[in-house]
């Protein structure tokens, strides 16, 4: 069982199954003919892993983890899947609480409506306005835009993952009186029809990632969110990708008709977000991996606890790993970004 590759988007694992999982990942390491982990920086090739498995792992993990404590004692369930960044000065007060654990992800989303255009938008329509989020994740992000950024808003989260979608499902739909549906689907195919959202919001998703190019899932991508958007809508974007990968992005966009209107860096705010998250990750990852036996066999467990150790930090981009690096020295860059369809 190889969980980099082998685990179904269409899925939610439960705690048990979880165990047969990861247990049949640490004895199968005995033969496995090569390291796919980099035990220096945790790095996972790109030919080593897919993302339907990774996420179907995470999410599944996530749930069933249930709440945990921070390093500072503070009880919290994981939802927010996202890096995000310290707040900039130049936006003003932060207007999320400095002792959340999660207060970076909120930031990210609070984030993609900080732009002024958006601000006029919204205002002109009495905050009365329609989001279609693409790659949503748990949903949390939705959940917090909906309470706290634009309180008068309608809001439907897509993602391919069943664990994500069965999560927001359960865990945030029912507190929003109807304002939120959760659905999964694929979101290069997600059947929501045309002109339907004031706002199209990418937060961190799964796209993108190809150094110095687009691919044809990411034109696909693209494609479907202008036709969801409304005339004169926008596309709010935020995300860390190859620095290289963005101009190709913006020029994917002005090919299929948007409008580029402004780009934030915040790469600087997303290093240090990362550097100030470092106790929270720690501790999560430790209680992770202390809930599943097959850790504790000796000499597999060991080694395959070292591995899932390192490629967790690295996907939270935890400082000394290799996307942590990628960040810190401009391989990737951290932008919030938006784009309109033009009315």
């Known amino acids: 069982m ?7 988007p269409g899925a939610e694992y439960s705690t048990k199954q979880l165990q047969f999982i990861l247990g049949a990942w640490i004895v199968g390491s005995a033969f496995e003919r090569k390291d796919k982990i980099s035990l220096q920086n945790g790095d996972v090739s790109e030919d080593d892993y897919t993302k339907q498995s990774i996420y179907a792992l995470l999410y599944s993990l996530y749930s069933s983890m249930g709440e945990t404590r921070s390093e500072t004692g503070a009880t919290y369930q994981l939802t927010f899947n996202t890096w995000g960044y310290t707040w900039p000065e130049s936006w003003g007060p932060c207007p999320n609480s400095p002792s959340d654990p999660q207060r970076f992800g909120k930031n990210a989303y609070t984030g993609l409506y900080q732009f002024d255009a958006v601000k006029e938008y919204v205002k002109a329509r009495d905050g009365r306005v329609s989001v279609v989020e693409l790659g949503c994740g748990t949903g949390a992000g939705a959940h917090h835009v909906c309470s706290h950024v634009l309180p008068k808003c309608t809001y439907e989260a897509v993602d391919m993952q069943q664990a994500a979608i069965a999560t927001c ?21 997600v059947a929501i029809p045309d002109a339907t959202a004031d706002f199209l919001a990418v937060c961190e998703t799964h796209v993108t990632e190809m150094a110095g190019r687009t691919t044809p899932e990411d034109r696909r991508f693209f494609e479907n969110a202008r036709r969801i958007l409304k005339p004169g809508g926008y596309l709010v974007w935020g995300n860390a990708i190859p620095d290289s990968t963005w101009q190709p992005c913006f020029d994917l966009l002005k090919d299929i008709g948007m409008k580029q209107i402004e780009v934030r860096d915040v790469t600087a705010e997303a290093v240090k977000a990362r550097d100030e998250d470092a106790g929270r990750v720690d501790a999560y990852v430790e209680q992770c991996l202390d809930r599943f036996y097959g850790f504790r066999i000796p000499v597999l467990g060991e080694k395959r606890r070292a591995e899932a150790r390192l490629a967790l930090y690295n996907f939270y981009r935890n400082p000394g790993t290799n996307l942590y690096e990628n960040m810190r020295n401009g391989t990737d860059s951290y932008k919030v970004v938006l784009f309109q369809k033009p009315a």
Do not use: C, Q, Y
């Open 169 to 189: 499902r359960r865990k945030f739909v029912p507190e929003l009186g109807g304002r939120l549906v959760a659905t999964r689907a694929d979101a290069t195919r």
């Open 2 to 8: 190889d969980v980099l590759t082998a685990l179904n």
